[in-house]
Each structure stands twice: as C-alpha cells, then as structure tokens.
C-alpha cells in the first residue's frame, strides 16, 4: 500500500470530543503507512467555557443558520491532498457547531474535500439528527462523498442529560450530583471506538477508501433512538423561526432581551409541550409506525446501525 494521508479536523471545547477522535482513529494514527494531520479548528474569537446562559443562548440563531464566523489560519497546507477527510463535531442547537459550520464554508474544505471520502464522527448530548443533515449538504457542497457517521451520545437517559449536560456546560463540573449519571459520552463507548479506526485502518490497507462506499458497517456506528425523532424536528423549526427574527436585531440589549423572552417560552414550551409530544408520540405510534422505522432507516445511512460480530 502507498502510504495514505487523512486529514482529522475537530472542534472540542472540554477535550472530550478530541479524546473520542483520537481513541477512534488511534490504529490509524499508529500505522506507520498513515499519517493523519489533525486540524484543530480555533475561532478568531473563542467561545468561552464554561458558558453563562445569555453567551449561550446567543449562539443559537448563527449556528442554526450555519452563519460563517472567522477562524485562525489552518495548520495545514492549502494545496495538500488527502485520502480521506474526517470531520469531529459537537452538536450546537441541532445544528453543527459554528467553528465547523465555517470551516465547511472555507476555500481549504473546497480544496480538501473535493472528490474525497468523508467520515463525520459527533459526540454530542443525544440530539444529531438534524445537524446531520446540514453536515450532508455542507459536505455536498465541498463536493466531498459521504461515506460514515459515527455518533456518541451522552450516557444518562434523556431526561437526566436534559439537566446534567447543561449543568456541564455552565458549571464546566463533570462530576456526578445526586442520583444522576455524569454527563458526557460513557468512558467505555469512547475505548470500544477503536474498532472503527481498525476498520478505516484496513480498508485504507486495502485501497477500499477509493470505492467512496461506507467502510464501517456492521460496527453499529450509529442508534436513532425513534423516540428522539419527532421532537427533535419540531424542536428546530422553533429554533428556525426565533433564529430568523433574533438575527435581525443587531443592538445586543434588544437581543438580549428578546433572549431572555425566549429563554422563559423555551421553559414553558418544555414544561407544557413534552408531556403532550409524549401522549401524542404514543397515540399515534401504531399509525406512524412503518413510517417511523423509515426514518430512522434513512438517519442512520450510511454506516447504519447493525452490529454484525467480527471475525
Ligand atoms: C452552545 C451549545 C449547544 C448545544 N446544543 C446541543 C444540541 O442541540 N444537541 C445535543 O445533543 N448536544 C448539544 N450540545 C452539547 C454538545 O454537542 C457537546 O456534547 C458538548 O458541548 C461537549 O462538547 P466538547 O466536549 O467537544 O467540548 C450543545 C453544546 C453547546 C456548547
């Protein structure tokens, strides 16, 4: 085999995302015939961590909208060409986070992506899907082919990450608190992740990368949880209607008020809306059955979630 050249670009505030990049790709970045050049994306100007609730907030209407934000010069050169790109992101609002977004709007993704196989790999709290789904059309965009997506999710059940991951991230404490478990991906998801990076391994081995088709099926790099599906949707187009007015006001006090409104409709929206998307999820789950299992069929390409033992 000639040795092959990936590019591994990330954007990770508490490291936990670049921990999960580098587990995955970890017998890539051994293999003497691989070398893997990591970009590790910095915005112009960072977003602090841990969040106050407005800065928080404040982010949502940009990122919904994958509007560009500046970035530091990449560390990689511009004309270089590699075998495979693989993209880590974190989930903001439904959508991919800004640095991300804006690095896919770069003339170096133009350059880089083009033609190329691509591999996204989230860690997020639960909720991909739709940032999944602008990845697509970014990636398209650069002209690069989508060939897998591996995604983490946080540990705790939905409710409890509801409460423990934003905790995290305006505290910047991991720790466990009551009867919850700690936010974040579960330590043991992140050291099983190697299998994928074994799998990228060989297919680069093999020259399969060139075939642009998923390498790591059968590895259940991806769970849609059904439940998710419906709220998760109807949660961004409330996040596209609010996005769309609040980058309109460009005087910060009227947006802050106006996020501080939001903030408290948000709440009352949880508090009154989930019981009912919870009723309602359940009366019409006979009906939207086959429909839903679509679906989730249709998230979950191209690597699906099918484990099938190796070996
Ligand atoms: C501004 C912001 C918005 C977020 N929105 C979502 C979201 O919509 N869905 C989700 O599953 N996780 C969301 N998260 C959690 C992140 O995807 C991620 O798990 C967390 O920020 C830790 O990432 P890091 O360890 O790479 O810094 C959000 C995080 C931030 C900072």
């Given amino acids: 085999m000639a040795g092959k050249k990936v590019l591994a670009v990330f954007y990770s505030q508490t490291g936990q995302l670049e921990e999960v990049l580098k587990y995955s790709i970890s017998p890539l970045i051994k293999d003497k015939l691989v070398s893997v050049t990591f970009l590790n994306l910095e915005p112009k100007t960072p977003f602090p961590?841990?969040?106050?609730?407005?800065?928080?907030?404040?982010?949502?209407?940009?990122?919904?909208?994958?509007?560009?934000?500046?970035l530091n010069e990449f560390n990689a050169e511009k004309s270089a060409e590699f075998d495979l790109v693989i993209i880590a992101y974190q989930?903001?609002?439904?959508?991919?986070?800004l640095p991300?977004?804006?690095?896919?709007?770069?003339?170096?993704?133009?350059?880089?992506?083009?033609?190329?196989?691509?591999?996204?790999?989230?860690?997020?709290?639960?909720?991909?899907?739709?940032?999944?789904?602008?990845?697509?059309?970014?990636?398209?965009?650069?002209?690069?082919?989508?060939?897998?997506?591996?995604?983490?999710?946080?540990?705790?059940?939905?409710?409890?990450?509801?409460?423990?991951?934003?905790?995290?991230?305006?505290?910047?404490?991991?720790?466990?608190?009551?009867?919850?478990?700690p936010p974040g991906v579960d330590k043991?998801?992140?050291?099983?992740?190697?299998?994928?990076?074994?799998?990228?391994?060989?297919?680069?081995?093999?020259?399969?990368?060139?075939?642009?088709?998923?390498?790591?099926?059968?590895?259940?790099?991806v769970h849609v949880d059904e439940k998710l599906m419906m709220s998760e949707k109807m949660g961004h187009r409330g996040f596209l209607i609010w996005g769309r007015l609040l980058r309109k006001i460009k005087n910060s006090k009227i947006r802050k008020a106006v996020l501080c409104f939001y903030l408290v409709f948000l709440i009352c929206m949880i508090i009154v809306g989930l019981p009912v998307i919870i009723i309602l999820r359940a009366l019409l789950y006979p009906l939207l059955k086959k429909s839903l299992k679509k679906q989730k069929a249709y998230y979950e390409e191209p690597s699906g979630s099918q484990i099938i033992a190796q070996g």
């Fill in 91 to 97: 989930v903001w609002f439904l959508s991919p986070s």
């Fill in 188 to 221: 043991r998801k992140i050291a099983e992740s190697t299998k994928f990076g074994e799998a990228i391994k060989n297919a680069l081995r093999a020259d399969k990368e060139k075939e642009k088709k998923s390498l790591l099926k059968g590895l259940g790099a």
């Fill in 100 to 181: 991300i977004s804006s690095f896919l709007q770069s003339d170096e993704a133009k350059i880089w992506l083009k033609n190329k196989p691509v591999i996204t790999i989230i860690a997020c709290r639960n909720m991909w899907l739709m940032a999944q789904e602008k990845m697509k059309k970014l990636i398209l965009k650069n002209s690069g082919v989508l060939c897998d997506n591996v995604a983490f999710v946080d540990g705790g059940n939905s409710y409890e990450t509801f409460i423990t991951t934003p905790r995290w991230l305006l505290t910047g404490s991991k720790e466990k608190f009551w009867f919850f478990s």
């Fill in 49 to 70: 961590f841990p969040w106050k609730v407005l800065d928080f907030l404040n982010v949502f209407p940009e990122s919904v909208y994958c509007d560009k934000i500046e």
